[in-house]
């Protein structure tokens, strides 16, 4: 399966700054999906990235809050922007490994802001 | 769109007893099914998955279920619950290898001693 790595794995920061969030995939892949996990609750997909393309956001997320970057088929960037204490969270990427066990996960960045 | 509904935000079993966490999902066209453990402060681990093979799919650590589509439902079983089994369970859906992937609010499952 498709092996995933996400930097960084947590940060703290302040109101009104960003954040980007890398994910880096050791195979070719054509999806990559980030997620957001809020405290004490499940996963929120937050936008499906696609190499070439604009990403195409859930509702109740958008481009200008969460842009996403996907120049080529192993890695991909979500920006937290303008963050807030309510975008403490984990966020997660995920890409699709039909073969070996549905989809992975990177670990995930849990950021706090203060 | 495909969605999962976990019944039971909290189950509570004794060290020994069944476990018994329950799912069902809507999708428009088959779905594949899969259950996701999160333990604290750790990232996702697969349990098990349907992908339209066999319907009763046996995953780690002694859990498995069964797709029963006249129920539409997949819930997650194991004969004899572990402490170590105390955990997050997420039940999810997608329609395709290569499609997002939906999944239910999670059920909090604590083994009593």
């Known amino acids: 399966s498709a092996v995933i790595s996400q930097k960084p794995s947590r940060d703290i920061c302040q109101r009104g700054t960003s954040l980007t969030i890398q994910c880096q995939v050791d195979?070719?892949?054509?999806?990559m999906f980030w997620y957001r996990q809020q405290p004490g609750q499940s996963l929120t997909l937050i936008a499906t990235a696609n190499q070439g393309s604009e990403a195409t956001y859930e509702s109740g997320f958008v481009i200008d809050k969460f842009p996403i970057s996907r120049p080529n088929l192993t890695f991909s960037t979500l920006t937290v922007s303008n963050m807030s204490p309510e975008d403490s969270s984990i966020y997660l990427c995920?890409?699709?490994?039909?073969?070996?066990?549905?989809?992975?996960f990177g670990s995930g960045t849990r950021l706090t802001v203060v | 769109a495909q969605s999962v509904t976990q019944l039971g935000s909290h189950v509570s079993v004794s060290e020994g007893a069944l476990v018994l966490l329950r799912c069902n999902y809507s999708s428009s066209v088959p779905p594949y099914l899969f259950w996701y453990v999160q333990y604290p402060n750790q990232g996702l681990q697969l349990l098990l998955k349907y992908t339209s093979a066999a319907t009763l799919v046996k995953g780690i650590n002694g859990f498995e279920a069964e797709f029963k589509k006249s129920e539409t439902s997949f819930h997650l079983t194991k004969p004899s619950a572990h402490m170590s089994d105390a955990a997050e369970y997420f039940c999810?859906?997608?329609?395709?290898?290569?499609?997002?992937?939906?999944f239910g609010a999670g059920t909090r499952l604590t083994v009593k001693p």
């Open positions: 195979s070719q892949v054509t999806m």
């Open positions: 999810a859906v997608s329609v395709a290898n290569n499609n997002d992937m939906r």
């Open positions: 995920s890409v699709a490994s039909p073969g070996a066990g549905g989809y992975t």
